[in-house]
């Protein structure tokens, strides 16, 4: 059962407190499957994270409660290996960024809050969470009030906000990550702004106005009220000269629209109303988190050609792939994977590659350069070209056949080489642990059975989801592969002889 608490001395505390020995608990329930990273990611986000999500929409989290249970979770990620090959940040990328959608808990918690702001400023149905929101923060620093609150920069929420409040205090913490442009809804509602800290009003400079010590001294915080002395000075009436020469100074944002919009760190907008928690979770991930990989300059380098990481990231996750297959070659393509050079660089030795009899030069021995993987990339090639015309090239060995838009033989095309890169990737390893020397045309053989296994596999779902001709249109594509009999039998070709 899921239990939140309310009321007691510290409410937060108890609830994560009893969430996370449980969480604990579940984590080695897992650990006993043999799953891939990517499926680990995935049982986090399905299995073990939702009791958490539902919490963290009521209460901030503990911060050693929230550090705790993301190094657990990278753990189990990495479980069983030691040395974690790539870093958290990595993983908590989106796939189509190079990431493995590791659930960030802190931004998780941080987006549900900012939802739920941005529900309460546009949504009429909650006008009276917001009046709740607006008498909890009172009118604060500026004469700011109700929901002109949401709207304010980081550094506010930071030096001057004052409440006890420390839900609201988060919420609008995070919110501060975004970059909102508030709404205007008529030319009468400038008159109603408060001027100080709102980014619609912006000084020479370009940045929000700080509140004087004059104008708060003679409560002064509106546009409207800047105005009026403008129109006294008009009727040649008695004037506030201070007042007249902040509002020459003012320069107005008028870049604006009626609506509340976030402007993406992509230069795309979302109206507040209608965004998503996912949305707002992968923008914050991309603010906070991106930063090119350092494999990427490598690539970019050993290739001598210019990358889109983009179409990469999306050949990699091809529909036909298991998650064990990405995996192993997500990890390969971020240059940092259990093999014989790394082993090597970790024990400071100079071990030769157990599949080639070679000291590896390089991470990218096992990839490009090994005698023995080369070797079976040369076999194949024929079967290759039989899917999908063009030679085997050192791009392909990298990351797969990219183009925009695949067509059926590319995609069985990178399956059937993902595959072969993962065989090898093992292969290397049982060597490593073995006082024997891999035999070629064993390897080749075991690889056929690999590839037989799997066929077999995809007739078995996509028989259960009653979904033959998906099967008979992609997989038997070309009668390469493998091909229909006339009595229904799928017959399956050896891709090695
Ligand atoms: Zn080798």
């Not at 891939?36 to 009521?58: D, N, Q, T």
């Not at 020479?204 to 004087?212: D, P, V």
């Not at 760190?265 to 990989?293: A, S």
């Not at 030769?352 to 490009?368: A, G, K, R």
Request: aromatic share 12%; proline share 3%.
């Amino acid at each position: 059962m899921l239990k939140v608490y309310f009321g007691n001395a510290d409410p937060a505390f108890a609830t994560f407190n009893e969430i996370t020995p449980n969480l604990t608990k579940r984590l080695s329930y897992w650990k006993q499957f043999k799953l891939s990273k990517i499926g680990k990611a995935r049982v986090v986000e399905i299995y073990l994270a939702s009791k958490l999500i539902y919490a963290m929409k009521f209460y901030p989290m503990p911060a050693n409660i929230q550090k705790n249970i993301q190094e657990e979770l990278f753990k189990y990620i990495n479980f069983p290996a030691k040395i974690p090959t790539v870093a958290q940040e990595e993983m908590w990328k989106t796939y189509s960024l190079g990431g493995l959608k590791l659930i960030n808990i802190e931004v998780k918690s941080q987006t549900s809050k900012m939802k739920w702001l941005a529900e309460m400023a546009t949504n009429n149905d909650l006008k009276l969470n917001l009046g709740i929101f607006a008498r909890l923060l009172g009118t604060q620093r500026g004469g700011i009030t109700g929901k002109d609150l949401i709207f304010l920069q980081k550094s506010y929420y930071r030096n001057q906000l004052k409440t006890e409040c420390k839900f609201y205090k988060e919420a609008l913490l995070s919110i501060a990550h975004l970059e909102i442009n508030k709404g205007i809804q008529d030319i009468d509602a400038w008159d109603r702004e408060h001027i100080f800290y709102n980014s619609l009003f912006l000084n020479h400079q370009g940045q929000t106005l700080n509140i004087t010590k004059y104008c708060e001294r003679n409560g002064i915080f509106t546009y409207n009220q800047l105005l009026q002395e403008k129109e006294k000075e008009r009727k040649k009436e008695p004037y506030d000269k201070i007042l007249i020469n902040m509002l020459d100074k003012i320069k107005i944002n008028t870049s604006i629209r009626e609506e509340d919009i976030i402007q993406k760190e992509n230069g795309e907008e979302i109206k507040l109303k209608l965004v998503t928690q996912k949305q707002l979770y992968e923008e914050i991930i991309f603010k906070i988190y991106y930063r090119d990989h350092h494999s990427q300059s490598k690539w970019v380098l050993k290739l001598d050609n210019p990358i889109i990481w983009e179409d990469v990231w999306k050949t990699v996750h091809n529909f036909l792939t298991n998650n064990c297959t990405k995996t192993t070659i997500w990890e390969q393509i971020h240059l940092n994977f259990y093999t014989q050079y790394n082993y090597n660089k970790w024990h400071r030795k100079l071990d030769i590659c157990p599949l080639c009899n070679n000291t590896p030069e390089s991470i990218f021995h096992i990839i490009l350069n090994c005698a023995f993987t080369n070797k079976l990339w040369d076999e194949i090639e024929p079967f290759l070209k039989e899917l999908h015309p063009g030679p085997v090239t050192e791009v392909e060995k990298a990351f797969g056949i990219v183009q925009k838009r695949e067509n059926n033989g590319i995609s069985l095309r990178n399956w059937i080489t993902y595959l072969l890169r993962n065989c090898i990737s093992k292969e290397e390893r049982i060597a490593y642990h073995s006082a024997k020397m891999p035999n070629f045309e064993n390897i080749k053989h075991k690889f056929n059975s690999i590839v037989h296994v799997e066929i077999k596999l995809k007739l078995l779902r996509y028989k259960n989801e009653n979904n033959m001709p998906f099967f008979e249109k992609i997989i038997t594509h070309g009668e390469i592969l493998c091909k229909k009999r006339q009595d229904g039998h799928i017959e399956m070709r050896n891709i090695y002889n």
